[in-house]
């Protein structure tokens, strides 16, 4: 079966620190793995993705995700963080069969 | 990149009422768009994918005579919520699949509130 696991809820962050998401999947495929990043009341940005090239993903607005196939994990990351990077987070997998598997979310605040 | 809108971004309807909500890709086409549901605080609900020009796929437990979902051009979606409840009252969000394998475009959403 494949499944999306984001394993926090909400983190909370220093502005100025490094963020951690963290995010991890299952699945017999070779998966895509994407991560989305919503602000309140707004749409889902893409902020990179994972398809089977480079294992170290560069986004947009500093982030950036390594593809842990041993580890089944692709985790978000960000050297420091920015009052504006406060949103929510999602990280999907597109399953086999051409359907989206979402992560439940991760709320990020950014503390001054 | 791509670009997806959806009209209207905000909407307020009584119960009993139907509201139509259009989802566009602006610069490309798109075979598959998908409409998806959140609820407050929780992540996106996959509603139903929708083909362009053959009927929508609808997830278990979403009722397709009540969420009428049309797909008639390669660059238009509705979605029709039927005699809207109080509890249809929601933020919806549609998508549109890029080129890219299982990459998606979204819309920037509208937030429906039946009174």
């Known amino acids: 079966a494949q499944s999306v696991t984001q394993l926090d809820s909400h983190v909370s962050v220093s502005e100025g620190t490094p963020v951690l998401l963290r995010c991890n999947y299952s699945s017999s495929y070779s998966p895509s793995l994407f991560w989305y990043v919503q602000h309140p009341n707004k749409g889902l940005q893409l902020l990179l993705k994972y398809t089977s090239a480079a294992t170290l993903v560069k986004g947009i607005n500093g982030f950036e995700a390594e593809f842990k196939k041993s580890e089944t994990s692709f985790h978000l990351t960000k050297p420091s963080a920015h009052m504006s990077d406060a949103a929510e987070y999602f990280c999907y997998l597109g399953g086999s069969q051409g359907n989206l598997i979402f992560g439940k979310g991760t709320k990020l605040s950014v503390k001054p | 990149g791509a670009v997806v809108s959806q009209h209207p971004s905000r909407v307020i309807c009584k119960s009993g009422t139907s509201v139509k909500i259009e989802c566009r890709s602006l610069d490309f086409q798109a075979t598959t768009m998908f409409w998806y549901r959140q609820f407050p605080k929780q992540s996106l609900m996959l509603m139903a994918t929708s083909n362009e020009g053959s009927k929508a796929t609808y997830e278990q437990g979403v009722e397709k005579d009540k969420f009428l979902i049309n797909h008639a051009s390669l660059t238009l979606s509705t979605l029709t919520v039927t005699s809207a409840h109080p509890e249809d009252s929601s933020f919806y969000i549609c998508?549109?699949?890029?080129?890219?394998?299982?990459?998606?475009?979204f819309g920037p959403g509208t937030r429906l509130t039946v009174t």
């Open positions: 998508s549109a699949m890029g080129t890219g394998i299982h990459e998606q475009y």
